[in-house]
Each structure stands twice: as structure tokens, then as C-alpha cells.
């Protein structure tokens, strides 16, 4: 393999993954925060009940 050329592929993955990696815990946090929230649970309770949804949740429109 051609030194220079995998040298020049690893520095260019290595700066995408340090320009992604706000994005990536960003994208994580909110994840996290809408796992939790009172929406997910009413994602769930329906199927049980056998009932249609009621999403009132801060994003909910």
C-alpha cells in the first residue's frame, strides 16, 4: 500500500470525525431527551390499551 496515500486517507478521516463529533453528541443528547419525556411513554401505552395516541408533549403540534 502507498504510504502517502493511506497517510492522507487517515488524516482526512480523522478530521471528519473531529468536525462530526458535536453534531454526534447533539444528535445523542436529544435522543436521550425525548426518550424520556412524557411522549415516549404515551408512544407505548396505546399499543397496550388499544387506543389511539395522545402526544402532548413540548414539541407536540
Partial sequence: ?????LRLTKHTLNHW????GPA???SL???FYGF????AAEGLAPHREKRIPIFSGPTSE
Fill in 36 to 39: 424520556g419525556g412524557p411522549d
Fill in 29 to 31: 443528547a436529544y435522543e
Fill in 1 to 5: 500500500m502507498a504510504q502517502a496515500a
Fill in 24 to 26: 454526534f453528541d447533539a
Fill in 17 to 20: 470525525c473531529r468536525s462530526a
